[in-house]
């Protein structure tokens, strides 16, 4: 049974860091791509950056513009885990950080950025 499971979000104040984990279960998430989704209140669920399935060639990142130079995506093969570093956070990054691969979606870590 595939199974994600989103962590690392919280508190923070604006220009702080997060990192978010999106660990699998049931499956070798290596091999699939994966993309992280936010869903803010009252609007709809965006794309926020995607990483491809490992290659020889390394993996492909790519990333939505109003995240772009300040988040990262990264996988921990050993994990079987990919992460979303996120720094510099401003209070419009506040809402709900979703992992998604292979159709499968995990149940959302929350992610505040105020002061």
């Known amino acids: 049974q595939l199974h994600l499971v989103e962590s690392g979000g919280g508190l923070v104040q604006p220009g702080g860091s997060l990192r978010l984990s999106c660990a699998a279960s049931g499956f070798t998430l290596n091999y699939y791509a994966v993309a992280w989704f936010r869903q803010a209140p009252g609007k709809e669920r965006e794309g926020v950056s995607c990483?491809?399935?490992?290659?020889?060639?390394?993996?492909?990142?790519n990333y939505a513009d109003s995240v772009k130079g300040r988040f990262t995506i990264s996988r921990d093969k050993s994990k079987n885990t990919v992460y979303l570093q996120m720094n510099s956070l401003k209070p419009e990054d506040t809402a709900v950080y979703y992992c998604?691969?292979?159709?499968?979606w995990g149940q959302g870590t929350q992610v505040t950025v105020s002061s």
């Open positions: 990483i491809s399935s490992s290659s020889s060639s390394g993996d492909s990142t």
């Open positions: 998604n691969s292979r159709s499968s």
